[in-house]
């Protein structure tokens, strides 16, 4: 089962983007610095008010992402 309850949808930050723990911390900010070459220690060293579970659940949530699939609406 995909656990992913440290990721929240807030309009109010963020824009209403997927972020940690409600955090000014995007799930996609995590996932790109990942993709630049950082390591989790790293990532936590930079930002130290974020968990190990934090990080591993930000690229859950973009493997998911990454997997669905979006169908336009037909039009009648």
Do not use: H, N
Request: one cysteine or more; glycine letters at 8%.
């Amino acid at each position: 089962m995909l656990t992913l309850d440290r990721i929240t949808f807030d309009s109010a930050v963020m824009g209403g983007k997927p972020c940690l723990r409600g955090m000014r911390v995007t799930a996609g900010m995590i996932v790109g610095l990942v993709a630049s070459g950082k390591s989790q220690s790293d990532i936590l060293a930079l930002y130290p008010y974020l968990e190990k579970e934090d990080i591993v659940q930000a690229l859950r949530f973009a493997a998911w992402r990454a997997e669905e699939v979006e169908l336009p609406l037909a039009i009648a």
